[in-house]
């Protein structure tokens, strides 16, 4: 490829992260010169998969100096005297580790985004089944001691409960009593109603939601736990608001059945959400986009005029910033776009204006065992399920010393199987995360792992074995306040008139599902950079197919 040094774009996009690579798909067709850049040598950015080589390149990278948001990452691989095929890592290509292995649930918007744009001929998804709560033993205790321990086999920690998708689970449960099923099939009517549930929020919004279902469903502190899994939410049953539950849970039952029965959400094959990236940033390539990777931004330099709204004939060259790449080259560009993670660090901010964010401690481990008995089809007619959600609340597991359970959110744990191409026949990966901030949160996510397989232990004819783990830290920044440019007061995203500049895109948030906002964000982030195309720059992600191109050839791409 040509030198970059002294060329000029219309659009300069760094990182290929989900946000930018979507960003750059729906630049594809609006006729912009568009550079997209990452300081990596991948792509995927914070939603990346690898194989397990590409993880253990990857580590000196979440360790490095470069403008990165992870940290402490390491891999684990217990010793094992079993060397039987089953209890042995293939090769290194037969995994694809996913960063970011978020469900997507049927109704988000990023399907249709995906539909209108054609992409999705090249992405495959798959079903996510049944959604699993680990209920504890009836004395409420685990072994506490080596000899307990030693008896694990026999007794196990808890059982596995299959979580209720809808009403017609709730009728065919049989454990739970008439009464139970009445109070239940109450708080469902209202949560799949929209408007119904929207009319409690003025009294019950910022209240908790165990309160809300206790006080006015009356129902039972078992039940109410897996309709906390349901919320996915990242903070305890105690912390966890009305106004945040509702809306999830109604966005998981209204999901199912979208595109087949028992299941509302999929997941991208071969990866996650990293499948989606690439397949964007190709489309972004056919539209005319540059793509180099292994060229981060060193540094901007912000046109002096370019916040002056005032003019009426603006003189091109003087809206076009100067930013400095990795290697020394330098290129102008009317807008950059990017990350907290993938954009300059500001050092000069006011306290007010810095950003903050939370740290999240993700845990990945690759079993020996596909754990079938997971994924069987949740409803007649089901798909095959590639993936499942298994919730496991701070009082049905070990909670390692010195955390306390009553402070200790919920765990999820999304396992996926070897449909997904992220593993080998015959295993299966768990992918579990927390935002808890603690030394412990490590020990907190193994036990929770150590936890489920130990439910297996009676139902399987070999005892479920980690046979490789990876364990790091993640900084999301706080999408409510990225931080300004120095010397530039125009260029937040809000500020309608701005002409030129620096836009930033939020993080994807650490939620296990895919949130609405991150199609969003990129919706405005587009509107702004096309403002001035008028009629001509066509509906966001609304794209007819190539001239010359058919489903075929656009497959190929």
């Known amino acids: 490829m040509e030198s970059l040094n002294d060329s000029s774009w219309d659009v300069l996009i ?53 403008p990165t948001p992870f940290s402490h990452a390491s891999i684990h691989r217990p010793s094992s005297d079993d060397e039987s095929p089953e209890n042995r890592l293939g090769f290194s290509r037969a995994y694809s580790i996913a960063l970011a292995p978020h469900l997507i649930y049927t109704r988000a918007n990023l399907i249709p985004a995906l539909v ?33 321990a030693s ?66 469903f009356k129902i039972d502190a078992k039940l109410q736990g897996p309709l906390l899994a349901l919320t996915l939410s990242p903070d305890t049953a105690s912390t966890t608001t009305v106004a945040y539950a509702l809306p999830r849970i109604h966005l998981h039952l209204t999901s199912i059945g979208i595109f087949g029965s028992g299941f509302g959400a999929v997941v991208p094959k071969w990866g996650g959400l990293a499948e989606i990236a690439q397949v964007a940033c190709r489309a972004g390539a056919v539209g005319g986009g540059v793509y180099v990777l292994k060229k981060g931004i060193q540094s901007i330099k912000l046109p002096s005029s370019s916040s002056d709204s005032s003019t009426t004939t603006e003189d091109a060259h003087s809206l076009l910033s100067k930013i400095r ?6 290129v102008q560009a009317r807008w950059i776009i990017g990350t907290h993670a993938t954009l300059p660090e500001i050092h000069d901010l006011e306290p007010e204006q810095q950003t903050d964010g939370i740290e999240i401690t993700h845990h990945t481990a690759i079993v020996s065992s596909p754990l079938a008995s997971l994924f069987l089809p949740p409803a007649e007619g089901s798909p095959p399920s590639a993936g499942v ?26 396992i996926h199987s070897s449909d997904t191409g992220e593993c080998p026949e015959g295993q299966c990966i768990i992918y579990t995360y927390t935002p808890l901030s603690h030394p412990s949160a490590p020990d907190l996510l193994r036990s929770a792992i150590e936890t489920l397989l130990s439910t297996f232990l009676v139902d399987t004819p070999a005892q479920p074995e980690i046979l490789w783990s990876l364990t790091y830290k993640q900084l999301h920044t706080n999408s409510s306040s ?16 701005q002409k030129s500049g620096v836009l930033h895109l939020k993080d994807l948030s650490p939620s296990l599902a895919l949130e609405d906002e991150v199609l969003r964000d990129v919706r405005e982030v587009w509107e702004r950079i096309t403002a001035d195309d008028g009629e001509g720059r066509g509906g966001f992600m609304q794209f007819e ?13």
Do not use: C
Request: aromatic content about 8%.
């Open 14 to 66: 760094s990182g290929t992260g989900l946000p930018q690579s979507l960003l750059a798909q729906a630049l594809s067709r609006s006729g912009k010169k568009v550079l997209h850049i990452d300081q990596n040598d991948y792509y995927g950015g914070a939603e990346a998969a690898f194989s397990l080589q590409e993880v253990e390149a990857w580590l000196t990278v979440a360790e490095a100096s470069e």
């Open 116 to 148: 209108s744009s054609k992409v999705y001929r090249q992405l495959e998804f798959l079903a996510v089944g049944s959604w699993w709560i680990l209920d504890r033993k009836k004395n409420g205790s685990g072994p506490d001691s080596d000899a307990e």
């Open 151 to 216: 008896k694990v086999k026999d007794e196990r920690w808890g059982k596995l409960r299959k979580i209720p998708g809808g009403r017609e689970d709730v009728f065919a449960d049989k454990s739970i009593d008439l009464r139970s099923t009445r109070s239940l099939m109450k708080f469902l009517k209202l949560a799949m109603d929209a408007e119904a549930y929207s009319s409690v929020m003025p009294e019950w919004g910022e209240r908790p939601f165990s309160e809300f279902l206790g006080t006015l």
């Open 482 to 497: 990225q931080p300004p440019i120095p010397n530039y007061t125009d260029h937040q995203n809000h500020v309608s008139n």
């Open 545 to 557: 197919d190539r001239e010359g191109f058919g489903e075929e050839e656009e497959e190929e791409i």
């Open 325 to 330: 790449l990795q290697g020394g080259d330098t």
């Open 389 to 414: 959600v298994v919730v496991l609340l701070s009082d049905s597991f070990p909670i390692p010393d010195p955390l306390d359970a009553s402070e200790v959110p919920p765990i999820y744990l999304t």
